[in-house]
């Protein structure tokens, strides 16, 4: 794989010295960018704007004209392999994801499959697309869902603040939710596989609400299953590939997610960074801990914030 001219962000992931801190954004293209609102209003939905290559690309890219950012992260969503796995996805202004056919009962969990991934061709031409785009510039950020958290979407039906079915199928029938979480994890693991193949220069899980559960389940439930995703992953496209772990809330098992596998550990503003430095060493590459309400506020506070985490994050 040949390295973007600026490769400062893939340096870091691996541990190696850079002449600074590289810089991206979750949600980097996004609703407060207005170029990125005229064109979801071209696209029609926001489904539509993701399974358009074209459209994605242009969004992909708006952000890097702005700002001197060192990667581009696909423009896509978590749950394009559920949707791809026959569930129906669709989206409700002010009531976010919901699904057609959840999985609401054993029958429905028996006939789940990882889907064909030529259903998802539109992400991989996007991947393909946005790749060509950038030109060799910079590097080409792909992401999933993980295991558990596309479950919790799958089985409560959309968005929720407990995914209370979820969690309780967990406790009452967990030979279930394992049966889920395997196929979610073959699924991601062969898409995250596609990515990477059509020019993603580094991947991250995201695994939005593993932080709900209790350390054990975390680590039977969540963890285990995100385990197998990146041994996939580095069995179907090597080393060469470096891999984010995010899982919101998870501060607390941070010793725990650093051994999985991967490359660097993401963390959220409730971490504190000087303890994870320590915690950690250099296992792995460490990322984010900013409040994202900083980013609301003024650039002096922010300018402050960042500079908070840097300072508390240490040299290398």
């Known amino acids: 794989m040949i390295r973007p001219r600026n490769d400062t962000f893939l340096r870091a992931l691996r541990r190696e010295p850079t002449d600074y801190v590289p810089i991206w954004l979750m949600r980097q293209a996004g609703r407060y960018l207005p170029e990125y609102n005229a064109t979801r209003a071209r696209a029609g939905s926001f489904v539509k704007l993701c399974a358009n290559p074209a459209l994605a690309t242009e969004v992909t890219l708006q952000p890097l004209a702005r700002y001197p950012l060192d990667a581009a992260i696909l423009f896509s969503d978590i749950l394009t392999v559920p949707d791809a796995m026959g569930l129906g996805l669709s989206f409700t202004e002010g009531e976010g994801p919901r699904f ?31 790749k060509r785009a950038l030109d060799g510039k910079l590097p080409l950020l792909g992401f999933a869902g993980s295991p558990f958290t596309l479950a919790c979407y799958m089985i409560d039906g959309g968005g929720s603040v407990d995914f209370t079915r979820t969690r309780r199928l967990l406790y009452a029938r967990p030979d279930l939710l394992h049966r889920v979480l395997a196929v979610n994890a073959d699924a991601i693991t062969a898409y995250l596989s596609e990515q990477v193949r059509h020019g993603a220069d580094a991947v991250m899980i995201f695994d939005t609400w593993g932080g709900l559960l ?12 995100i385990e197998r995703v990146l041994m996939g992953l580095h069995q179907e496209c090597g080393a060469k590939v470096p891999t984010i772990v995010f899982t919101k809330g998870g501060g607390q098992w941070l010793e725990r997610i650093a051994g999985c596998g991967c490359d660097a550990v993401g963390l959220d503003w409730t971490t504190d960074m000087a303890s994870a430095r320590a915690t950690v060493g250099s296992r792995v590459a460490l990322q984010g801990n900013l409040d994202p309400q900083v980013l609301l506020t003024m650039p002096a506070a922010i300018e402050s914030e960042a500079r908070v ?4 994050a240490g040299p290398g």
Request: aromatic share 10%.
């Open 100 to 130: 057609e056919h959840p999985l609401a009962d054993e029958t429905a969990i028996a006939r789940l499959e990882p889907p064909d991934q030529a259903r998802l061709h539109y992400v991989f031409d996007a991947v393909a697309e946005i």
């Open 214 to 225: 209790a350390a054990e389940a975390y680590a039977r439930f969540s963890l285990a299953y």
């Open 309 to 312: 985490v840097l300072d508390a």
